[in-house]
């Protein structure tokens, strides 16, 4: 499966169950062994003659590199002669590699046919796909109803992330009626199948006490199962709850810790954060150019909060300190780099 999140927005392809019958079962069996050569020997006569379910298995195989060389172009083919008898997970591949040009030009125009396809078919991965297409405006005029009617497809087959993405329109009040019940239901669906979008979410609907009784041991709980998965929004809430002590004891160093976390992966509200916890020396060695530093990494990502954190602190600075600032702030913008300076700097006499 192809997949892409921020606020979890993909586009998926996908492998379903596929009906079996004598020679594909065969194929079917050997797969799931590990033994993609003999699932080939057994599915390429029937794709030759015709079976649009052997075709799309082959389509997969080279789609993937499993018994054969990976090759988009070949896997493109097989899911076109596929797509072409109406098999409806061959059209969403297709699609798929449609939108991103993989083995066959670039076309959103192609993708889109090729999703509207695959959704009527019923295919929930389609269905999601078209969702996240018109909430983007991807192709399509961005239309949030429409969205949220092909979420609501893919969700009643158990999507995980078009619950996620559905509850998501349902808190903003797009495109549906705001209804914080609804969205906190979907996301705690969600959540129970490990989908980290959904897990933050509903640690998020039991933080605000949106659509279900707040309970902040509750909002820990979901938040470290996202967090486990590297989810940074959910590193960045664990950081704030043992900032403010909301259902744990308040412990600065631990939410410098979580900060941190989310911070190394290029979270502006966890490196503002951070740059707070150096501006006021709490739990850190107070450092007001260090601050700065990363006021000015948050703020670029246009963080309003961090762009007046910057003119403030800039108030408090001589400008041979702001350019160490802007100087600090470059060194820590490189790749990998962000904890071993940040602690280096830390140990740095507090300026």
């Known amino acids: 499966m192809h997949k892409l999140f921020n606020l979890t927005f993909a586009l998926a392809m996908i492998l379903p169950g596929i009906p079996a019958h004598a020679g594909y079962e065969e194929g079917v069996q050997a797969a799931e062994r590990g033994d993609f050569a003999a699932a080939i020997r057994e599915w390429q006569p029937l794709a030759d003659q015709g079976d649009p379910r052997a075709q799309f298995r082959m389509g997969?195989?080279?789609?993937?590199?499993?018994?054969?060389?990976?090759?988009?172009?070949e896997a493109a083919r097989w899911y076109q002669r596929a797509a072409d008898q109406g098999?409806?997970?061959?059209?969403?591949?297709?699609?798929?590699?449609?939108?991103?040009?993989?083995?066959?030009?670039?076309?959103?125009?192609?993708?889109?046919?090729?999703y509207e396809k695959s959704?009527?078919?019923?295919?929930?991965?389609?269905?999601?796909?078209?969702?996240v297409r018109y909430q983007e405006g991807r192709g399509v005029p961005q239309k949030y109803g429409e969205a949220a009617r092909w979420y609501k497809l893919a969700a009643e087959q158990g999507h995980p992330i078009a619950m996620a993405n559905l509850g998501l329109l349902l808190t903003d009040g797009r495109g549906v009626t705001k209804d914080d019940a609804l969205a906190a239901t979907l996301f705690r669906l969600s959540a129970e199948q490990g989908l980290d979008i959904g897990e933050h979410n509903l640690g998020l609907a039991y933080r605000l006490g949106r659509g279900i009784e707040q309970d902040?041991?509750?909002?820990?709980?979901?938040?470290?199962?996202?967090a486990a998965q590297g989810y940074a929004a959910s590193e960045h809430n664990l950081g704030a709850l043992y900032e403010q002590g909301l259902?744990?004891?308040?412990?600065?160093?631990?939410?410098?810790?979580?900060?941190?976390r989310a911070a190394a992966r290029g979270f502006p509200l966890s490196v503002n954060a951070?740059?707070?916890?150096?501006?006021?020396?709490?739990?850190?060695?107070?450092?007001?150019?260090?601050?700065?530093?990363?006021?000015?990494?948050a703020g670029s990502s246009g963080n309003q909060l961090a762009l007046r954190?910057?003119?403030?602190?800039?108030?408090?600075?001589?400008?041979?300190?702001?350019?160490?600032?802007?100087?600090?702030?470059?060194?820590?913008?490189?790749?990998?780099k962000f904890l071993e300076i940040l602690d280096q700097r830390t140990a740095d006499k507090p300026a």
């Open 60 to 73: 997969l195989c080279y789609d993937n590199g499993e018994g054969v060389p990976p090759d988009p172009a």
């Open 87 to 114: 098999n409806a997970d061959a059209q969403n591949n297709l699609a798929w590699a449609y939108s991103h040009g993989a083995g066959v030009p670039q076309s959103d125009q192609k993708a889109l046919e090729w």
């Open 119 to 131: 959704a009527i078919g019923g295919n929930a991965w389609a269905q999601f796909n078209l969702g």
């Open 216 to 226: 902040f041991q509750q909002a820990r709980l979901w938040y470290m199962k996202a």
């Open 247 to 260: 259902g744990v004891d308040k412990n600065l160093g631990t939410a410098q810790q979580w900060y941190r």
């Open 274 to 297: 951070l740059g707070l916890l150096y501006v006021r020396g709490a739990g850190v060695p107070q450092n007001k150019i260090l601050a700065c530093a990363l006021f000015l990494i």
């Open 309 to 336: 954190n910057v003119q403030q602190v800039r108030t408090e600075l001589d400008q041979p300190a702001f350019e160490q600032a802007q100087a600090l702030a470059q060194q820590l913008s490189q790749p990998g």
